[in-house]
């Protein structure tokens, strides 16, 4: 099958009040137009897609840069749906196949309603088919007119009369059409209704007129075609997708507890064994491997977490890696270009940027450990700081393997540390140590009898 589509964008999307146009308002991190247009990659390839942009083009264009054989076609000016379609006729002037057009903001539609959709076409061999569900409530949707069962026309419902608004048949807007015949019918289409505009939808009355083949195929599940007005549809759904997608991980082996309180980024990837404790926030490209425990209330952004781990809860972690059998948390931040090793232990109130942990290194508590690196096995005391800000310029500590970091220890950058080495608990480290050395550099400690706080407190 030599199948082109196009996909309607033009428009502004009034109902959003917002300065970005509809379609690049976000659904679980991506512009909604990014689920149709994967959603026509199923069954086009890219470079026979064609999306019509109009309102803020420049920025639609931007965002989907991405998609780098795209093919954009400009409608200067919103003129109807019908128009629209129009505007392609020059790109497409020397294809001569079928033309299906999708709806930028109807982000739902799954691939296998479309495949249907297409197979229908197909087998009835006909010129058009038009995609229709039927709604209880089908106000504000183009009418299915049908004569005993003999589809004849679309009626809007601003030129609808009470009988044709009793229909709940309606147009979702999906349409597959040979596109010798597409073109050659816009050319019929007049703006003489009630919006003044060309709509796409009479392509269907001139279609009979003209003898050419024509049906609507009925899908049941209508929600799949909820266009995106305003944002409460715009949360509606992204509700839908994201409960698609989390149903999807648990299908391959991931358990959710109360997932409803739980989000997921479109690309995040989860290994089976997993279990997502509620009230999770993990998004960007993060991915979560085999066997992990994501505890409770942790957001996670563009991280890297290795097999075996476990996230305690209420952590904080953004652009870091963590190996296989780490335990995090709780109250852990992982600030950028934390890279934790396996087997090591960062506990509550640690937080870490730019460091190499590597393999069984335990920062347990209240620690801020950056730009440093830290070799194999080293202990690091509950309230040990690398000072690696001197007001003006960041540096680095290096610590070597097997160290234990007495508690209370300041590592004034840059310093470096060698193997074996132990430092006393509430050392200030401002010189390079050693390899296997003990330093200390607490002050002597002094007792004065009789100067404490009894005098004070206890009148006589
Ligand atoms: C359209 C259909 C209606 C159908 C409904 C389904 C027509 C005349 N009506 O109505 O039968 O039930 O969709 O949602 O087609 N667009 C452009 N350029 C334009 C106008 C629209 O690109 O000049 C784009 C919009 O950005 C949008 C899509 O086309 O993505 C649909 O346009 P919209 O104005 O929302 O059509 P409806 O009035 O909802
Ligand atoms: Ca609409």
């Given at each position: 099958?030599?199948?082109?589509?196009?996909?309607?964008?033009?428009?502004?999307?009034?109902?959003?009040?917002?300065?970005?146009?509809?379609?690049?308002?976000?659904?679980?991190?991506?512009?909604?137009?990014?689920?149709?247009?994967n959603?026509?990659?199923?069954?086009?390839?890219?470079?026979?897609?064609?999306?019509?942009?109009?309102?803020?083009?420049?920025?639609?264009?931007?965002?989907l840069?991405?998609?780098?054989?795209?093919?954009?076609?400009?409608?200067?000016?919103?003129?109807?749906?019908?128009?629209?379609?129009?505007?392609?006729?020059?790109?497409?002037?020397?294809?001569?196949?079928?033309?299906?057009?999708?709806?930028?903001?109807?982000?739902?539609?799954k691939?296998?309603?479309?495949?249907?959709?297409?197979?229908?076409?197909?087998?009835?061999?006909?010129?058009?088919?038009?995609?229709?569900?039927?709604?209880?409530?089908?106000?504000?949707?183009g009418?299915?007119?049908?004569?005993?069962g003999?589809?004849?026309?679309?009626?809007?419902?601003?030129?609808?009369?009470?009988?044709?608004?009793?229909?709940?048949?309606?147009?979702?807007?999906?349409?597959?059409?040979?596109?010798?015949?597409?073109?050659?019918?816009?050319?019929?289409?007049?703006?003489?209704?009630?919006?003044?505009?060309?709509?796409?939808?009479?392509?269907?009355?001139?279609?009979?007129?003209?003898?050419?083949?024509v049906?609507?195929?009925?899908?049941?599940?209508?929600?799949?075609?909820?266009?995106?007005?305003?944002?409460?549809?715009?949360?509606?759904?992204?509700?839908?997708?994201?409960?698609?997608?989390?149903?999807?991980?648990?299908?391959?082996?991931?358990?959710?507890?109360?997932?409803?309180t739980?989000?997921?980024?479109?690309?995040?990837?989860?290994?089976?064994?997993?279990?997502?404790?509620?009230?999770n926030?993990?998004?960007?490209?993060?991915?979560?491997?085999?066997?992990?425990?994501?505890?409770?209330?942790?957001?996670?952004?563009?991280?890297?977490?290795?097999?075996?781990?476990?996230?305690?809860?209420?952590?904080?972690?953004?652009?870091?890696?963590?190996?296989?059998?780490?335990?995090?948390?709780?109250?852990?931040?992982?600030?950028?270009?934390s890279?934790?090793?396996?087997?090591?232990?960062?506990?509550?109130?640690?937080?870490?940027?730019?460091?190499?942990?590597?393999?069984?290194?335990?920062?347990?508590?209240?620690?801020?450990?950056?730009?440093?690196?830290?070799?194999?096995?080293?202990?690091?005391?509950?309230g040990?700081?690398?000072?690696?800000y001197?007001?003006?310029?960041?540096?680095?500590?290096?610590?070597?393997?097997?160290?234990?970091?007495?508690?209370?220890?300041?590592?004034?950058?840059?310093?470096?540390?060698g193997?074996?080495?132990?430092?006393?608990?509430?050392?200030?480290?401002?010189?390079?140590?050693?390899?296997?050395?003990?330093?200390?550099?607490?002050?002597?400690?002094?007792?004065?009898?009789?100067?404490?706080?009894?005098?004070?407190?206890?009148?006589?």
């Amino acid at each position: 099958m030599n199948l082109v589509t196009i996909i309607l964008a033009a428009g502004k999307g009034t109902r959003f009040k917002s300065e970005l146009p509809k379609v690049l308002h976000k659904i679980m991190e991506k512009p909604m137009i990014e689920f149709v247009i994967n959603t026509a990659k199923k069954v086009t390839n890219e470079e026979n897609i064609y999306v019509v942009v109009g309102y803020k083009r420049e920025l639609v264009k931007e965002s989907l840069k991405n998609y780098l054989k795209l093919n954009f076609v400009i409608q200067e000016e919103q003129k109807g749906t019908g128009h629209a379609v129009m505007c392609c006729e020059k790109s497409l002037e020397f294809f001569n196949g079928d033309i299906l057009i999708l709806c930028g903001d109807m982000p739902l539609v799954k691939v296998d309603t479309i495949k249907n959709f297409i197979e229908f076409y197909n087998n009835n061999s006909l010129d058009i088919a038009v995609l229709s569900t039927k709604l209880e409530n089908p106000f504000g949707y183009g009418r299915i007119i049908r004569n005993n069962g003999k589809f004849l026309k679309i009626v809007e419902e601003k030129d609808a009369d009470e009988k044709t608004k009793d229909i709940k048949e309606i147009n979702t807007g999906i349409y597959i059409v040979k596109s010798k015949v597409l073109f050659n019918l816009l050319k019929k289409l007049k703006n003489n209704n009630a919006q003044g505009e060309y709509y796409l939808t009479d392509i269907i009355y001139e279609a009979n007129k003209n003898n050419f083949k024509v049906d609507a195929y009925v899908e049941e599940e209508s929600i799949q075609f909820l266009g995106i007005n305003t944002r409460v549809h715009l949360s509606q759904a992204e509700n839908i997708l994201l409960r698609r997608k989390i149903e999807d991980l648990m299908l391959n082996g991931v358990t959710f507890i109360k997932p409803e309180t739980t989000f997921i980024g479109y690309d995040v990837e989860i290994g089976n064994d997993t279990v997502i404790y509620p009230g999770n926030f993990i998004t960007g490209k993060s991915k979560i491997g085999k066997n992990c425990i994501i505890g409770k209330n942790n957001f996670i952004k563009d991280s890297n977490i290795l097999e075996d781990v476990i996230i305690k809860g209420f952590c904080y972690i953004e652009n870091a890696k963590i190996g296989n059998f780490s335990q995090i948390g709780p109250f852990s931040h992982l600030r950028p270009d934390s890279d934790i090793g396996n087997n090591c232990k960062i506990g509550n109130f640690v937080e870490t940027k730019k460091v190499k942990l590597e393999d069984g290194v335990k920062a347990s508590h209240l620690s801020y450990l950056g730009d440093a690196f830290i070799g194999e096995g080293t202990n690091v005391g509950a309230g040990t700081i690398t000072c690696n800000y001197d007001g003006v310029n960041k540096h680095k500590t290096y610590i070597g393997k097997n160290v234990f970091i007495g508690s209370d220890t300041q590592l004034v950058a840059p310093v470096k540390v060698g193997d074996y080495t132990l430092i006393a608990a509430g050392t200030t480290v401002t010189k390079d140590v050693g390899e296997n050395s003990l330093v200390h550099s607490r002050m002597k400690q002094h007792e004065i009898k009789n100067k404490g706080m009894k005098d004070k407190l206890c009148k006589k």
